[in-house]
């Protein structure tokens, strides 16, 4: 036995002797424009060819469908809504600098750039159609800045519990942050610090997925899972970072989505801060045709606590 151990060892040795720490997929996953074999496409978003990682589901011709995972994320949450695939061709995608694709500097991933980003899309899978969208979390925050700017474009508009659409809805619960979570401000404290690594900063926010930094949960000692291959951490410090100003909060996204006329449903849960009294209490109020979703028993992870009642 002790043989066969030594054999085992000795064969398993030039193994680990041929990992780079420095190639692409050593510490977190690749992104499409690191590994060929992903399935991509490319967007020229802000004058930049990027290339974006992207999963569509559902016959060519059906009414489009397009599916925004919110940060911190990518396309693994998401996957219970491709059973929507039976009535849309569903296209879901990871943003510029968030999943599995291609990583950008803090300039592309301004706000504008990620309403142009949709238009992007849109103008690449929509077929010219007038589409249905599905952001979560700050995703939904793009999606009302796009339909504010292309309602042409835009059928119907599901928002899976957005953060506050201006200032002083957001001032009523904060950026809901425990500031001391494991891990938090060392993540900072390497963007301000450290010469830009997107895979040291990415591999970081993976692994504070549990630590409790959102308090976002029905059980704080008892997270949901939330299953993600790759987080884009720099985009969202720099969204997160974009709204601060000073120690306060200033910013506007909701100038021109009064004036869309298409069906929005806004979703909330019971536990999260931003759930459905807050989104009844504020962003219901700048759509003309809107409605909430409230679901039971769930927070901001809904799509891996109540993807059922989701769908």
């Known amino acids: 036995m002790l043989r066969v151990r030594a054999a085992l060892l000795l064969h398993l040795v030039p193994l680990w002797a041929c990992v780079d720490p420095g190639d692409p997929g050593a510490w977190v996953p690749a992104t499409v424009d690191e590994d060929p074999s992903l399935p991509s496409r490319s967007l020229d978003v802000v004058g930049h060819l990027r290339q974006v990682h992207l999963r569509t589901f559902g016959a060519e011709g059906a009414p489009p469908l397009f599916v925004i995972p919110g940060s911190a994320s990518d396309l693994r949450a998401y996957a219970p809504l491709a059973a929507l695939s039976d009535h849309?061709?569903?296209?879901?995608?990871?943003?510029?600098?968030?999943?599995?694709?291609?990583?950008?500097?803090?300039?592309?991933?301004?706000?504008?750039?990620?309403?142009?980003?949709?238009?992007?899309?849109?103008?690449?899978?929509?077929?010219?159609?007038?589409a249905t969208f599905i952001g979560h979390s700050w995703s939904a925050a793009f999606v009302a800045l796009y339909l504010a700017r292309h309602p042409e474009h835009v059928?119907?508009?599901?928002?899976?519990?957005?953060?506050?659409?201006?200032?002083?809805?957001?001032?009523?619960?904060?950026?809901?942050?425990?500031?001391?979570?494991?891990?938090?401000?060392?993540?900072?404290?390497?963007?301000?610090?450290?010469?830009?690594?997107?895979?040291?900063?990415?591999?970081?926010?993976?692994?504070?997925?549990?630590?409790?930094?959102?308090?976002?949960?029905?059980d704080p000692d008892d997270h949901p899972p939330w299953p993600v291959w790759r987080p884009g951490a720099l985009a969202l410090i720099t969204w997160e970072a974009a709204i601060l100003k000073g120690t306060s909060l200033d910013y506007d996204f909701t100038p021109g989505v009064g004036d869309f006329t298409g069906?929005?449903?806004?979703?909330?849960?019971?536990?999260?801060?931003?759930?459905?009294?807050?989104?009844?209490?504020?962003?219901?109020?700048?759509?003309?045709?809107?409605?909430?979703?409230?679901?039971?028993?769930?927070?901001?992870?809904?799509?891996?606590e109540q993807p059922e009642a989701l769908l």
């Open 263 to 304: 069906e929005v449903l806004i979703v909330g849960t019971e536990c999260s801060p931003i759930g459905t009294e807050f989104q009844t209490a504020t962003n219901l109020t700048v759509f003309q045709d809107a409605r909430v979703l409230d679901i039971r028993g769930s927070g901001h992870r809904i799509l891996t």
């Open 88 to 130: 849309y061709r569903v296209v879901m995608w990871d943003l510029r600098g968030n999943g599995l694709s291609e990583r950008v500097p803090a300039e592309e991933l301004g706000f504008e750039a990620m309403a142009e980003e949709l238009e992007a899309m849109w103008l690449a899978e929509a077929g010219g159609e007038p």
């Open 155 to 218: 059928r119907q508009a599901v928002l899976i519990e957005p953060p506050g659409l201006k200032d002083s809805f957001q001032d009523q619960v904060g950026l809901a942050l425990d500031l001391m979570a494991p891990g938090y401000l060392d993540l900072v404290w390497s963007v301000g610090s450290a010469p830009l690594d997107h895979v040291g900063l990415d591999y970081q926010m993976l692994g504070m997925l549990q630590s409790g930094v959102r308090n976002f949960y029905c």
